[in-house]
């Protein structure tokens, strides 16, 4: 997969309910294992909570999914959760929902609004990007040039990772590998062949995803 959604970072948000408190915890996963044991920590550190449910997605084609209710009503908190996750088509991601019951039952309903809004904010909060396979292109100017560069690259759909300034301008992009020769020969004709490259090496690149 070259390609697809994750969330940005880890993190936790809470939100209250007619006086029961739905806390988030959201990170990435990679396997199963990895998972498992955010879960398990989880459930560690608040083992006081009435509840710690559960969802998750994993894998290129979300080969592995498991959604937990954790005693809540069948069907009311973990299937809400991971279809959250489905919606916003994010990969390799685990989220726990930890809730402290706060005396008013909420109904089948209310319980499935309270998980998803639980995910969807803590999704919010946290970020979320797309993982690119970019290319290191080392961009080298004379600083003549290097105004023009700057204003085309504010505008051009490559990421503007450092800037070296040295005996000359040098701007290190983030370019997808499939679009290296094309930026090339982009930036050739804008600095009309006044340039030299530096290819690096492959790496994912966490590019942020502006939400619907």
């Known amino acids: 997969m070259i390609e697809y959604r994750t969330i940005k970072e880890s993190g936790t948000n809470e939100i209250d309910i007619k006086g029961s408190r739905f806390i988030g915890h959201i990170a990435r996963a990679f396997s199963q294992k990895e998972a498992d044991d955010f879960i398990n920590q989880i459930k560690k550190d608040h083992w006081k909570a009435t509840h710690n449910c559960v969802a998750y997605q994993i894998g290129d084609h979300h080969e592995i999914q498991r959604a937990l209710d954790d005693g809540e009503p069948s069907g009311t908190a973990g299937v809400p959760m991971l279809e959250v996750l489905k919606q916003n088509d994010l990969h390799n991601v685990v989220v726990v929902v930890t809730r402290y019951f706060g005396g008013t039952k909420l109904g089948s309903g209310g319980l499935i609004r309270a998980y998803s ?96």
């Not at 085309?152 to 499939?178: A, F, I, R």
Request: hydrophobic residues 40%; aromatic residues 8%; negative net charge.
């Open 117 to 212: 809004s639980a995910v969807s904010e803590v999704m919010h909060k946290v970020g979320i990007v797309e993982r690119q396979v970019q290319t290191q292109v080392d961009v080298i100017v004379d600083y003549s040039l290097s105004g023009m560069l700057e204003n085309w690259l504010e505008n051009s759909n490559y990421q503007l990772l450092d800037t070296s300034y040295l005996e000359h301008v040098t701007y290190h992009l983030g370019v997808p590998s499939q679009a290296v020769e094309t930026a090339q020969k982009e930036i050739v004709n804008l600095t009309s062949d006044q340039v030299k490259f530096s290819i690096g090496q492959e790496d994912y690149v966490d590019v942020p995803v502006a939400f619907d």
